[in-house]
């Protein structure tokens, strides 16, 4: 149960004075004179005036004391978070030549602001980025089929080739359905990407010039792994004990044969992983280029860079950056490898929605206690404020009554050989900040210095944070400080901005924290603790203790959290939100455990009912009814045996069987009897149950109502799901 704040008494001022009115014919009965102009009745007003502004002040719990208590109690409020993302900047129509930008340039996406976290060499290039698509196998063969009426000479057996499709990897356009390739499997012929370095529009004809310009330059490459799909592991020890692969980076030559320079890379992070930055030098000496008039059988061949079609793109290319994974020696990549990636961009920086201020001046001191100040913009991140009095900074602190005076003064209750106690505070000259409303508060004299009058009184912070900076792809598109020509876009979302706890919301979670004292030990602990992650909206979690599900069995000292968020019938986690979950549980969770955050394994359901509709009823409204009964049964979110859509999901490991099924179509006000309910899988064979284990939930892909007849056959109108790739063979640009 949340805390409740007591009250002692609520009484107001008219129900105290009519009880002491009331009581005077008991105490005094000589006293019959009630006018509001007798001297007793006055000071009876008075009294009752003074009651009623104790009661206030013992029933109004100020909520500084609030947050002392919570203090006490170890229960510190989150932060509000900002949001952060990454922008590419362009040099579109500035002048040709690299152009090397500082850090902290402020960026806008409409009121809100943010601001780059490095700096970065921009490069009077663009660039775009294929991949070889492995072909189907139907596919493949009509490409081996033509390529041996076409070379009937060639001695190379045509079923030893892999034929494939150059594609582009176009950035996101929509969140919802941002694209991903995946090197680590069968999806590209070579485990590669291909980056194409192109001379801007109109250029073509100054390749050479370009490539003279960037050589000893430094390329900042964003790379953001796959999105969707994604899953988090936090080892035990806090830190990976597999050697995981990375990617290794290799520039063309343009020599006779298709070598490649190796490019030294510095990354930022674990691109397979997270959204990372990798700095690569371009070299000064070398052989650095393409290779152009090549032979039909040469053309994208082996390891020469995937044939282009388009003239333009062919044109303007300067060279080929090459990526791939790279395994650590010594080290097998481990089973879960998944080197899908979603982005990669070039001249790329981090931005924060956190924005600084520098020495802004806040006017001068009084020498009156409780002075306070107001910051200009807010919200406030309280751990960067640095307020500084004539110069001198002074300290943050979260209760001031805490500080010790600004004049020392010996308590005259103990002994004269007695040692004066320690504060825990050490200096007087503190102060408190709220970061809402951005008001600074120094000490009263007793308890914490006064600034003194005259004194200039400045201070740096930074602002920002909250859901506002939680920006759409394309809506950063502005910065006061860039060079003329230039442009700059955030080609993903931005992420992580939350407003942060207010003390009610900590009040509430005070039960939760003395069960687990902000340690995640039991199964109920990790529930609570994930439920309480800033910055995101969670509709589920479902604790499996002792369960791996990359092995789905039993396994000593492992936790599998199954989260879903809030927002569709059936959500899935995408890679911020379990980086927010694991961000939030690593410094919680026993670092002898290993813990896996994982998405739901949804499960197709095709499901066709028959119903009896009673007499009297409308047909289509009693139809409707029982498909919404059936999703909300079936909901992973609000679903669940006997729970009318009000439930916490289908539990995990539960079958689906038809019996359930015909209790809620008959709990439907109108429907008479369940004829017959028939479902399938996903490959749309007709099944009597749906067996569910690890963590599996069914997902209902269809569903079909029939009123007063028997169910429909589904199988018989609905084609199986496909999942074919159609793939356009790779024929010779000449013949």
């Not at 310009?213 to 994604?230: C, F, H, Q, S």
């Not at 939350?498 to 005070?510: H, L, M, W, Y």
């Amino acid at each position: 149960m949340p805390l409740v704040i007591p009250q002692l008494d609520d009484r107001s001022y008219n129900d105290i004075l009519q009880e002491a009115l009331t009581r005077i014919s008991v105490h005094n009965p000589e006293w019959t004179n009630f006018n509001d102009s007798d001297p007793g009745v006055t000071l009876v007003q008075l009294f009752s005036f003074m009651q009623e502004s104790l009661l206030y002040r013992c029933n109004l719990i100020p909520e500084r004391n609030r947050l002392k208590f919570l203090t006490l109690l170890g229960v510190t409020l989150t932060p509000a978070s900002a949001a952060h993302g990454v922008v590419t900047i362009a040099n579109q129509r500035g002048p040709r030549q690299t152009v090397t930008l500082p850090p902290s340039l402020p960026m806008s996406a409409g009121q809100v602001g943010f601001v780059t976290q490095n700096g970065l060499d921009v490069l009077p290039v663009e660039m775009q980025v294929y991949y070889r698509k492995a072909l189907d196998a139907t596919s493949q063969a009509q490409a081996q089929a033509t390529f041996a009426q076409l070379y009937t000479s060639f001695s190379t057996d045509p079923s030893s080739l892999d034929f494939y499709q150059t594609v582009q990897l176009n950035p996101p356009t929509n969140p919802a359905a941002i694209p991903s390739v995946n090197l680590s499997d069968n999806t590209t012929v070579d485990g590669c990407l291909w980056l194409a370095l192109l001379t801007r529009s109109g250029e073509a004809s100054l390749s050479q010039d370009v490539l003279s310009d960037i050589r000893g330059k430094t390329i900042t490459l964003g790379i953001m792994p796959a999105i969707d799909n994604a899953s988090r592991v936090l080892f035990p020890g806090g830190t990976s004990v597999v050697a995981e692969p990375t990617l290794s980076f290799a520039i063309a030559t343009g020599a006779t044969s298709p070598l490649y320079s190796d490019l030294e890379s510095s990354p930022d992070g674990d691109p397979l992983q997270d959204l990372t930055l990798v700095q690569l030098t371009i070299p000064t000496t070398g052989s650095i280029g393409k290779w152009d008039n090549l032979a039909p059988l040469e053309d994208g061949v082996g390891d020469y860079p995937p044939s282009l079609d388009d003239p333009d793109v062919v044109s303007r290319l300067i060279t080929w950056i090459r990526i791939s994974v790279q395994q650590p020696a010594g080290s097998t990549v481990p089973s879960s490898l998944n080197a899908s990636l979603s982005w990669v961009g070039i001249n790329a920086a981090r931005v924060t929605q956190q924005i600084q201020v520098i020495a802004e001046p806040l006017g001068t001191g009084t020498g009156e206690p409780d002075q306070t100040f107001q910051l200009v913009n807010t919200p406030v991140i309280p751990s960067t404020v640095q307020f500084a009095v004539n110069g001198e900074l002074w300290t943050l602190v979260d209760d001031l009554m805490a500080a010790p005076p600004e004049v020392p003064v010996r308590d005259p209750s103990l002994p004269p050989t007695a040692s004066m106690p320690a504060s825990s505070i050490p200096t007087p000259k503190v102060f408190t900040v709220d970061g809402e409303s951005g008001m600074i508060t120094c000490g009263t004299g007793l308890n914490g210095a006064r600034p003194i009058a005259g004194a200039s009184v400045v201070a740096s912070y930074a602002y920002g944070g909250g859901a506002a900076g939680n920006v759409g792809i394309g809506a950063i598109q502005s910065s006061p400080q860039l060079p003329s020509g230039f442009t700059v876009e955030n080609p993903l979302p931005t992420w992580g901005g939350d407003q942060g706890e207010s003390v009610d919301d900590a009040q509430r979670n005070i039960p939760q924290y003395l069960n687990n004292g902000g340690r995640a030990v039991t199964a109920a602990d990790f529930q609570n603790i994930v439920q309480q992650t800033p910055g995101i909206s969670i509709g589920r979690v479902d604790v499996l203790p002792l369960f791996s599900p990359d092995e789905s069995m039993s396994a000593p000292g492992t936790v599998t959290l199954m989260v879903i968020p809030q927002g569709g019938y059936a959500p899935e986690p995408d890679l911020m939100f379990l980086d927010a979950i694991c961000t939030y549980l690593e410094p919680r969770r026993l670092l002898t455990t290993e813990v896996y955050v994982r998405g739901p394994d949804y499960v197709p359901l095709y499901v066709s009912i028959g119903i009896d509709v009673t007499s009297g009823q409308t047909i289509a409204t009693v139809r409707e009814a029982v498909r919404q009964a059936l999703r909300n049964y079936l909901s992973p979110l609000a679903g669940g045996p006997q729970t009318n859509g009000t439930g916490s999901g289908w539990p995990l490991s539960k079958t689906v069987d038809p019996t359930g099924i015909i209790v809620q179509a008959l709990l439907v006000p109108g429907v008479s009897n369940v004829r017959q309910v028939l479902l399938w899988d996903q490959t749309m064979a007709s099944i009597s149950q749906l067996p569910l284990t690890g963590l599996q939930l069914p997902l209902l892909a269809q569903l079909n109502v029939t009123p007063n007849g028997d169910a429909q056959d589904l199988s018989a109108v609905t084609a199986p799901p496909s999942k074919q790739r159609v793939a356009v063979p790779m024929l010779p640009a000449e013949c």
